[in-house]
């Protein structure tokens, strides 16, 4: 069975910093793409940060030079470092699971979010 859970959300000032974790069980951990999304109220689901099996990475534009993401495969875990936290980052954000074996053939799993909310 496969387990995707987040956690390290909350609410903070701006320009503070929060540290997402998101561990996973019941895969082979290092060949997955694993990846950080955000939901805003009543926007669309969008990809914040991304890094592949041989950790390349990659963000979205508005969060380069303050989010930083990383992986431990010894810990099937991956993590999101969030550093001047701003209003706009308020989302829940959504950890995922990604392998593709094959065009006809990928594999995608979820955790059930974690809320961030930066307010003063």
């Known amino acids: 069975q496969v387990q995707i859970v987040e956690s390290g959300g909350g609410l903070v000032q701006p320009g503070a910093s929060l540290r997402l974790s998101c561990a996973a069980s019941g895969i082979i951990f290092n060949i997955y793409r694993m990846s950080w999304y955000r939901q805003a109220p009543g926007k669309q689901r969008e990809l914040v940060a991304a890094?592949?099996?041989?950790?390349?990475?990659n963000y979205t534009d508005s969060v380069k030079g303050r989010f930083t993401i990383s992986r431990d495969n010894a810990k099937s875990t991956v993590y999101l470092q969030m550093n001047s936290l701003k209003p706009e980052d308020t989302a829940v954000y959504y950890c995922?699971?990604?392998?593709?074996?094959?065009?006809?053939?990928?594999?995608?799993?979820w955790g059930q979010g974690t809320q961030v909310t930066v307010s003063s």
């Open positions: 995922n699971a990604h392998l593709r074996l094959a065009l006809w053939d990928q594999q995608d799993y």
């Open positions: 890094i592949t099996s041989g950790s390349n990475t």
